[in-house]
């Protein structure tokens, strides 16, 4: 099992730009990816970002495409969701996930315990 930490969110005014961190401590394997995903009040769980340990397999929601990016840093064991652009509908609480692939589905087995973001108007 692996715990995963976040950091990083706040109060932004629309426009502007925050960047989410999630530690991961525990064992990585070769299929492994980590993921960001968000719950905004009174919704389900959406699933936001996508991405492996050596960088590559990114996947994102259309509704954070070109504006949201997602990267690994290898040597922290820290996966970083850059956000720029923000609007207010990107209001959410925000969760790193740890998972694997398994064919063409991801299952995710590790939850952190969130970050609030907010986004004014």
């Known amino acids: 099992q692996m715990r995963l930490v976040e950091s990083g969110g706040g109060l932004v005014l629309a426009g502007g730009s925050l960047r989410l961190s999630c530690a991961a401590h525990?064992?990585?394997?070769?299929?492994?990816?980590m993921g960001w995903f968000r719950q905004a009040p009174g919704k389900e769980r959406e699933f936001a970002a996508r991405i492996n340990w050596s960088g590559g397999n990114i996947y994102y929601a259309d509704s954070v495409k070109g504006r949201f990016t997602i990267s690994v840093d290898n040597a922290k064991s820290t996966v970083y969701l850059q956000m720029n652009n923000l609007k207010p509908e990107d209001t959410a609480v925000y969760y790193c996930?740890?998972?694997?692939?398994?064919?063409?589905?991801?299952?995710?087995?590790?939850w952190g315990q969130g970050t609030q973001v907010t986004v004014s108007s």
């Open positions: 525990g064992r990585t394997f070769g299929s492994s990816i």
């Open positions: 996930a740890h998972g694997a692939i398994y064919g063409k589905s991801a299952m995710w087995n590790d």
